[in-house]
């Protein structure tokens, strides 16, 4: 199994809804990313999780908050969201030999 | 700072020609690059990475890519372009400044190999 799946694969959510991206991996990958990706760019990380910790946050707004509840499954909450935040959000996880493993992504709208 | 520069916003090519996208790279110490590909509404697909070793680089699809270090380059070429093979791609390096375990994307070049 080499893949990342991410679900939804669509979401249109209202600015004061509250909702999740889910991302699952059963691959071992110790390392799991949360990529943010508007149309025509290239991805911009938001955080990484290594061993289940968060090791990296780019200074992502708290609207944005990622959970890691084991080793396979990485979330990301989310609360408030402006239109602006409207992306592709592209979960990847990464191998021992530094390979980058990507889903297809959610396509998330905020209206 | 590492990053990588992909000069061309887009590259076309007819089917069946040999085609090169171009990266440079700014790194300090050894490089970590990577290719990736991405196909509309998708996520992105690992192509082939450098890390030491040979300076040409075999990946996946019939893609390769060369290393030049004294250019400072990490070009991805294959001999014989597919229409299929039209897609955005990304170079890429892995940041040593946090272990490596940020990768830094470069903004794309689109790729259109006509019939």
């Known amino acids: 199994d080499t893949e990342v799946t991410q679900t939804p694969k669509h979401l249109v959510m209202g600015m004061t809804n509250k909702k999740s991206l889910k991302c699952e991996q059963h691959?071992?990958?110790?390392?799991m990313y949360w990529y943010k990706q508007k149309a025509k760019k290239p991805p911009e990380l938001m955080f990484v999780?290594?061993?289940?910790?968060?090791?990296i946050n780019e200074s992502v707004p708290s609207r944005f908050s990622p959970e890691c509840p084991n080793s396979s499954l990485l979330n990301l909450h989310l609360h408030a969201l402006q239109p602006e935040d409207s992306a592709l959000y592209l979960c990847a996880s990464r191998d021992y030999r530094g390979r980058a493993f990507f889903g297809q992504g959610t396509r998330l709208t905020v209206v | 700072a590492q990053s990588v520069a992909q000069p061309e916003d887009q590259v076309n090519v007819a089917e069946g020609n040999p085609l090169t996208v171009k990266c440079t790279y700014s790194?300090?110490?050894?490089?970590?690059l990577f290719w990736y590909v991405q196909y509309p509404n998708r996520g992105l697909q690992f192509l082939l990475k450098?890390?030491?070793?040979?300076?040409l680089v075999k990946g996946s699809y019939g893609f390769e890519a060369e290393f030049n270090k004294s250019q400072t380059s990490f070009h991805l070429k294959k001999p014989s372009a597919l229409v299929s093979d039209s897609a955005l791609y990304f170079c890429?390096?892995?940041?040593?400044?946090?272990?490596?375990?940020?990768?830094?994307f470069g903004t794309g070049t689109r790729l259109l190999v006509s019939p």
């Open positions: 790194v300090s110490g050894n490089p970590y």
């Open positions: 691959m071992g990958h110790r390392a």
């Open positions: 999780y290594s061993y289940e910790k968060l090791s």
């Open positions: 890429a390096v892995r940041d040593g400044r946090t272990g490596f375990q940020k990768l830094v």
């Open positions: 450098y890390i030491t070793g040979d300076n």
